[in-house]
């Protein structure tokens, strides 16, 4: 499925993440899956979280440049090959892959990925 | 009316005769009684008397604003404290104030300069000056006092602040003179405004104002505000304080008082002398003043010196407005940058907005430019290789304008320090 995904803009600065979460946990939003990409002096922040428009309301009002934007989640048995299917599928669609994170627990995986259509991505996955 | 005529109006070569004769006095002095001058022209091989006329100048060694800083507080007297009669010293926003002395004919030649000042500003001895410059170490109120009480002006010691208290007497004592900072006098403006009096009912006329660098703009504001005409006084501590430089009628450039302050411009990379006209830094040398003569000071203020007479009959040179501080210019690997060419790229491009840091250093050898730039929220990507864009399209028009390899920073919003007054937009970590 489509879901939104909430990107934070992160100063590489001791503190900022921990006034992020902070942040979030004053404004009682749980936050259920989390990445963060990084370069040497900034990263982005990225995470699905309870309540999206509450939360980025509460960070920008911190003064933290955010911004939401549609991910694809989808669930799969947690055996060997099962992502490399979805990628190959994906791959050999012409779809393009930005970045993708997951967990995997009690034999389900679930992986959130950014792609270039992922309308067409899911159709492809059959997940729709 | 002039002042001084015999001093202001005198020829030219009359006056390079003066300083000529000035300044060999003045190196003499300098070179048997401050160590700090006599090293410095040990070092270049000088002796006073290879100073001979104004000509030689260029032979001096500079001083700078560091050079008062490391001779702190008393390094560059060149008389024995018993001849001291004041001292003044700077806010010293940047670490230690710098101190700067007076003995009994300094104070003279101060309270001289400024009553010509005033009397290039039509100020007489009919006047009532309001002056509004802070009294205490800042060299504003005592200097504007004692020149306006030499002239045979009635002196209002109100010095700054307390805007009710200086509107009741501007219609109480009805001031006739103004003098203050130009940003006090558009505030002073606005209160009378505010206050519902009519500027035309006041008797005030004309208005000092210096202290700090005022655009034409903000000149033409305090006029039509207040209702009188606005003179510029130029002057700084080191030096002696205002009064060193004053607007005529004319209001084209400020006429010096060279026969006491002998102007150069200079390239500020090059250190090089310019020629008459030509903007550059504004140096100046005392040649009267005995407490804590200064050879060459870079007064670090952009200018350009005209000799030509002027129609208010004075043949001392003017200088013209300050339009900015040659401080502000960074060299970078042998380049000039000015934190506003930068400032205009940003302003082109819609993804940075203008509030930037230039942060210089050197690594091994080599000085390197990074500019913090805040994001406009509006293009934040969760994208790596999209904010990676954003960089690279502003390091790459920032290096067309710049013509040096730069970083870019990207920052969070509003981490940049935002300045009611000026901002600072640049730190030199160097060390040279």
Known sequence: MVIKQLSVFL???????????????????????????????????????SDIDKASAALRNEDFSVKISDVICIETPDIPGELHKYIQILSRAGINLSYMYGYSDAGTARLIMKVSDPEKALELLKLK | MIWNESMECMSRDQMHDLQSRRLRNMVERVYHNVEFYRKKMQA??????????????????????????????????????????????????????????????????????????????????????QVAFGYGLFTGGLGLHYGAEKLGAAVVPISGGNTAKQIT??????????????????????????????????????????????????????EDGLKIKAYDIYGLSEIIGPGVSNNCDCQDGLHIAEDHFVPEIIDPITLNQLDPGVTGELVFTTITKEAMPLLRYRTRDLSSLDYSPCECGRTNVRMAKIFGRSDDMLIIRGVNVFPSQVESVLLEIPEAKPHYMLIVDRKGTMDTLEIQVEIDEKFFSDEMSQLNNIRNKIKDKVESVLGISVIISLVEHKTIKRSEGKAQRVIDRRKI
């Open chain 1, 11 to 49: 100063q590489n600065e001791q503190g900022r993440l921990e006034e992020v979460t902070g942040i979030l946990y004053k404004n009682g939003i749980n936050i259920s899956a989390l990445s963060i990409a990084e370069t040497e002096e900034y990263g982005i922040l990225r995470m699905i979280v």
């Open chain 2, 44 to 129: 270049l091989g000088l002796e006073p008397g290879d100073i001979k006329t104004i000509e030689d100048l260029v032979k001096l060694p500079f001083t700078t604003k560091q050079d008062l800083r490391d001779n702190y507080p008393f390094g560059l007297f060149a008389v024995p404290k018993s001849e001291i009669v004041r001292f003044h010293a700077s806010s010293g926003t940047t670490g230690k104030p710098t101190v700067v002395a007076y003995s009994r004919k300094d104070i003279n030649i101060f309270a001289e300069v400024v009553t010509r000042a005033l009397c290039c500003s039509g100020v007489t001895r009919n006047d009532i000056v």
């Open chain 2, 169 to 222: 007497l501007l219609q109480d004592f009805g001031s006739t003179v103004l003098v203050c900072t130009p940003s006090y006098a558009a505030y002073l403006a606005e209160s009378i405004a505010e206050a519902g009096i009519d500027p035309q009912e006041l008797p005030l006329r004309v208005g000092v104002f210096g202290a700090e660098p005022w655009s034409y703009e903000m000149k033409k504001k305090i």
